[in-house]
């Protein structure tokens, strides 16, 4: 198996720089929309053989050096008694909403049996890949904002309303999705994921303050209990002004977006491993600017102790699958 991400996941520099992209599998891809047309999103992740192949899809058309098993964060909901909906205009939906205290008696302990499906892709695909497969959950933080709102959000007022009405009651509900979270995680691990990735998209709405109270030790717990199992990434967005705290998450890897500079991260990160952190449109421009971009970015990512080159959240959907392969190649090929 290829070895270069995981020897970056811990914290050596291997020949290259190894390479993967957030929503590597997806709409932009001709070979993913073929297979889209047939089935809605929710099928592709919940039968196994569909949704191993379009998880190899970009390993074998890119060349990246790990793949991310094809699944969304909103799945472990459903063995929580949760519903879940991906229509295809208004994005995913998850009802019933839990907004207060008294609502918190809808939720059922996690019964991972009726989320097998998940497990059995993974077992297909330790078979087929020769990179590492990355698995992955949502934050509990971020998974709350879901099952608070009901939807993507933008301003968050029901999960602020909940937090800053009723702490004792949101902290059992962070309790809740931790301890389904960690049994998701581990599940994954002993199915074969070689790390595991914690998508934290919303962790940058909250106040340093908050951060500390209502998220922090919810991760760290995770981290704690997965650590001797397999390197785990936390990714977060929009949290330059958190990075103190998320050096005392003790992850394996940060994953950055674009809206931090990776020396400054470097330094308060105290030169972990860092995985990142291209603004996804960049490559939607002019090729010379693309890799302009890309050559800073490795080179100023040396400071930190082993580079994942990554983009700073999901592949656009207009992105060329053309530029996608040239960012691969010419990343491979860079030496400082
Ligand atoms: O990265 C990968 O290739 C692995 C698969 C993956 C998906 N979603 C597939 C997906 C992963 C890791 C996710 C994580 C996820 N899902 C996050 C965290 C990361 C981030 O993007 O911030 C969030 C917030 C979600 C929730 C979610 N799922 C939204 C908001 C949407 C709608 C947006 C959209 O692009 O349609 C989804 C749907 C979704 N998840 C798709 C895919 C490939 C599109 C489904 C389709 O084909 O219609």
Redesign the pocket.
Same mark, same amino acid.
């Given at each position: 198996m290829k070895d270069a991400f995981l020897q970056a996941c811990r914290g050596i520099r291997p020949t290259y720089t190894p390479v993967w &992209? /957030?929503?590597? *599998?997806?709409?932009y891809m001709p070979e +993913?929309q073929k297979i889209?047309q047939k089935y !809605?999103?929710l099928t /592709?992740?919940k039968t196994p053989e569909i949704a191993a192949e379009?998880?190899m899809q970009?390993v074998k058309i890119l060349n990246v050096d790990a793949a991310? =098993?094809?699944? !969304?964060? =909103?799945i472990p909901l459903e063995a929580m008694g949760f519903k879940i909906e &991906?229509a !295809?205009s208004s994005?995913?939906k998850v009802s019933p909403t839990v907004r207060t205290g008294s609502d918190l008696k809808n939720l059922r302990p996690v019964e991972l049996p009726i989320i097998n499906f998940v497990f059995e892709t993974i077992k297909i695909l330790t078979k087929e890949l020769d990179v590492p497969l990355?698995g992955?959950s *949502?934050s509990p933080f971020?998974l709350a904002t +879901?099952v608070i709102e009901g939807r993507?959000s933008k301003e968050f007022i029901n999960t602020k309303r909940f937090i800053f009405s009723e702490p004792e009651s949101f902290h059992n509900l962070m309790e809740i999705l931790t301890d389904a979270t960690i049994q998701y995680l581990i599940e994954q691990a002993k199915a074969g994921v070689h790390a595991i990735?914690i &998508?934290d998209?919303?962790a940058g709405i909250l106040s340093p303050y908050d951060y500390e109270v209502f998220c922090k030790p919810y991760v760290k717990k995770i981290v704690e209990k997965l650590k001797s199992y397999v390197p785990v990434i936390y990714?977060c967005?929009n949290t330059s002004g958190l990075l103190h705290h998320i050096k005392d998450l003790e992850v394996d890897v940060v994953s950055l977006d674009w809206r931090s500079d990776i020396r400054d991260a470097c330094l308060t990160l105290n030169f972990q491993p860092l995985q990142g952190n291209l603004d996804p449109l960049v490559l939607l421009g002019r090729e010379n600017e693309i890799f302009k971009r890309i050559k800073n970015l490795l080179i100023q990512a040396q400071c930190a102790k082993s580079h994942i080159f990554n983009l700073g959240?999901?592949?656009n959907?207009n992105t060329s699958v053309d530029v996608l392969k040239k960012v691969v190649d010419f990343i491979h090929e860079f030496r400082f």
């Open positions: &992209f /957030m929503r590597q *599998a997806g709409r +993913y889209r !809605d999103f /592709m992740c379009v998880t970009p991310i =098993l094809f699944s !969304d964060i =909103l &991906f !295809d994005g995913p990355i992955f *949502a971020t +879901y993507s990735q &998508f998209t919303w990714f967005s959240h999901g592949v959907i």
